[in-house]
């Protein structure tokens, strides 16, 4: 019997249907590999800008919010406190996009560094309820609290409160008596550190050793202060992208730089009024105690590059997400 084998011509025909299913087998691969990896990055874009939304809407809902209400009449007692805008009491502030500089924030292109051309927020108010005095001895400057266990530490920016006024002071010692009692004490310093006086009384009197003093009653209330300043910052990383979401937050003596959410390459903040009933950018806006809202416009992007035809961005994908926050202390 006479045996045969293929011909070339034979061979090449099934070489080359071979390589044209190998191809569309690559292609299938390539394809669902691109789609992953766009579904991949179209989740971390939308994390992204929950992350980014919760926590901004956290401290701006709180924002001018002091236990004993909205009052008006504040003692800054603080050294070089109008050194930053973050040592300041203003309550709630946006910075409009050409400012030129914020004290605290740098305008730069070193990490953590505000990007140029973009405004910022600062946001101001106490951490939690606080804790109720049960005495406030004037003359050593110590306040009494009844609790033994509290998230008060020395060298901590505080604010007390009563009905009548409130008081930031930064506490030069905190300890706890044979009482079980927390005593906290707000002593002058007249460095650049501490306090300008004992005094807590509005209107604050620097330079000697009691000031303007002022009693808080039992049941005066004193809680942390926070303040904060949301900006678009450098990251250093510009392989993915190099911005992000910043907060620059007051930590006792020091400011204290936190990156947020990566790969942030816009941020707009716009302000509604009573007074405007529409969304103005902060140069506009003239009475900042007039401001019962907030919308906030950020454009998130990929951190994996070659996900869109777009030649901007290396090819991230970008989506922008707007959100809107009231504050609650302003609205009817």
Not at 77 to 105: E, K, S
Not at 165 to 175: G, K, R, W, Y
Not at 209 to 238: D, E, H, K, M, P
Request: include cysteine; proline fraction near 2%; hydrophobic fraction near 40%.
């Amino acid at each position: 019997m006479k045996q045969r084998g293929f011909s070339l011509i034979e061979l090449m025909i099934s070489a080359l249907i071979g390589l044209v299913l190998l191809l569309g087998v690559i292609n299938i691969l390539s394809a669902s590999r691109q789609v992953y990896r766009s579904n991949n990055g179209l989740a971390q874009i939308q994390e992204s800008s929950r992350i980014a939304f919760e926590l901004l809407a956290r401290d701006i809902r709180q924002a001018q919010l002091i236990p004993c209400g909205d009052s008006g009449r504040v003692a800054n007692v603080l050294n070089n406190a109008n050194t930053t805008p973050l040592r300041q009491w203003l309550g709630f502030r946006g910075f409009a996009a050409d400012t030129a500089n914020i004290v605290g924030v740098p305008t730069g292109t070193a990490a953590t560094n505000r990007v140029a051309g973009f405004g910022a927020l600062l946001v101001q108010g106490t951490e939690n309820m606080g804790y109720t005095l049960v005495g406030h001895d004037t003359s050593n400057a110590i306040m009494t609290i009844a609790s033994n266990t509290t998230n008060l530490a020395t060298n901590d920016i505080l604010m007390v409160c009563d009905i009548t006024q409130a008081s930031i002071f930064q506490a030069t010692d905190v300890s706890v008596n044979g009482s079980g009692q927390t005593l906290v004490t707000h002593d002058n310093n007249f460095g650049t550190t501490g306090n300008c006086s004992r005094g807590l009384g509005v209107p604050i009197i620097c330079g000697t050793v009691q000031g303007n003093t002022f009693s808080y009653n039992t049941n005066a209330t004193v809680s942390r202060f926070y303040s904060s300043i949301w900006y678009l910052g450098n990251n250093g990383q510009q392989a993915e992208g190099g911005r992000s979401l910043y907060r620059a937050r007051l930590e006792k003596n020091n400011i204290v730089y936190e990156e947020i959410v990566s790969g942030v390459s816009d941020l707009v903040f716009q302000y509604h009024t009573n007074a405007a009933n529409q969304w103005q950018d902060a140069s506009l806006i003239s009475n900042w105690e007039e401001v019962d809202a907030v919308r906030i416009t950020l454009a998130v992007q990929t951190t994996d590059t070659d996900l869109s035809t777009t030649t901007s961005g290396n090819g991230r994908l970008e989506r922008r997400v707007s959100h809107i926050i009231a504050l609650r202390n302003r609205t009817p």
